[in-house]
């Protein structure tokens, strides 16, 4: 069943829905785009746009759609569909659509009678979760190109080296070997640095001590997701006896992860191992999170996870545990994996991660 088809099944008799988001138009339609909407009913979608897309949107979009471009304003085409097929309710992308978007949508619907509610977002986060054979490929070879990168940058990283240059040699590394892009904005950060867990990466040598790296490709419009630590200089007895406090409480978070666990017990387990060896409080984020088209998706692998979210099907999810010692320097080791159809649980990532010393 294809991604618009499984949203037609949620939408009833009189209903309809307004898809906003850039992330969930391509979703629904396939088709990569930032300036228009998507507009589906139970029995048919529409694609509105204008003709800077329109030949592309006729070539990619998935053939359910209908691609319109209106001639009068976007809201305009859409009271007339609406209008035209019936249509009672208009469900819109609660966490997405703009006031100002949301005051011209109601003043382009005032004299339709259409109730205009929110909805379609919360839909469209739960069936996003659940990732198909052909999303789990295109974040598998995402993957790929992101784990290459990581050797790739293994061999030609010095001391020398400026955590800018870090940064954009793995970008360039994984678009010039066939990503559509990054997955997210890279992080490489050393010594003091690497203590910020979403430090950005500055215009400065190298530190001595750890140097870790956030970073993703992007490939057929879904994220890989992938953090290493390695040292500049030489790990002391405390620097190795942190990393490997990490990768001890990933490991058993990883060891743990199963269909039908659960995403609070998986985060309990990781921070267990961290406060138990004297970092408590040094972790201060969950331990992981759904990954797909966009990098942060559901579901959340989090302390403040419902005891009845689990891991299920389909699901993709980072393992990311971090010890963040303000001032002084972090550490962070991150895979990705996922709860493939058959229900074995399988590791994306296949870099190293072995304590590396530059």
Not at 212 to 219: E, P, Q, S, V, Y
Request: hydrophobic share 45%.
């Amino acid at each position: 069943m294809t991604h618009i088809e499984k949203f037609q099944r949620e939408l009833k008799a009189g209903q309809a829905a307004l898809i906003s988001s850039t992330a969930n138009c391509f979703y629904l339609s396939l088709f990569n785009y930032y300036d228009g909407y998507l507009l589906v009913l139970p029995d048919k979608a529409f694609l509105l746009t204008d003709f800077r897309y329109a030949e592309a949107a006729e070539r990619e979009a998935d053939k359910a759609f209908d691609v319109l471009c209106p001639k009068g304003t976007m809201f305009g085409a859409v009271a007339e569909l609406l209008t035209a097929n019936g249509a009672k309710t208009l469900l819109i992308e609660e966490n997405h659509l703009t006031v100002a978007a949301h005051e011209r949508l109601s003043e382009g619907l005032a004299d339709t009678g259409v109730l205009i509610v929110g909805g379609a977002g919360k839909i469209l986060t739960r069936l996003r979760a659940y990732k198909d054979e052909q999303e789990l490929a295109a974040m598998a070879r995402a993957q790929e190109l992101t784990d290459a990168a990581f050797s790739h940058i293994l061999s030609i990283l010095t001391p020398t080296m400026r955590e800018i240059d870090v940064a954009l040699e793995l970008e360039y590394f994984m678009r010039r070997e066939g990503a559509q892009s990054i997955a997210f904005h890279t992080i490489a950060v050393s010594g003091s640095a690497s203590a910020v867990p979403h430090g950005v990466p500055r215009n400065k040598v190298l530190e001595k001590g750890f140097l870790t790296m956030d970073f993703g490709a992007r490939f057929g419009g879904y994220c890989a997701d992938m953090t290493r630590t390695v040292v500049i200089g030489r790990a002391d007895a405390e620097m190795k006896r942190l990393y490997h406090t990490v990768l001890q409480a990933q490991q058993t978070a990883l060891d743990m992860a199963a269909c039908g666990v659960s995403c609070w017990a998986l985060d309990l387990a990781a921070r267990s191992i961290i406060d138990g060896a004297g970092y408590e409080g040094c972790f201060g984020h969950a331990l992981g999170h759904g990954v797909g088209i966009a990098v942060h998706e559901e579901p959340r692998l989090s302390s403040k996870a419902p005891a009845e979210t689990l891991l299920e099907r389909g699901h993709v999810v980072t393992v990311e545990p971090g010890i963040y010692q303000k001032g002084r320097y972090g550490c962070r080791i991150e895979d990705m994996i996922a709860v493939m159809p058959d229900g074995r649980v399988h590791n994306f990532t296949k870099s190293t991660k072995e304590l590396i010393e530059i």
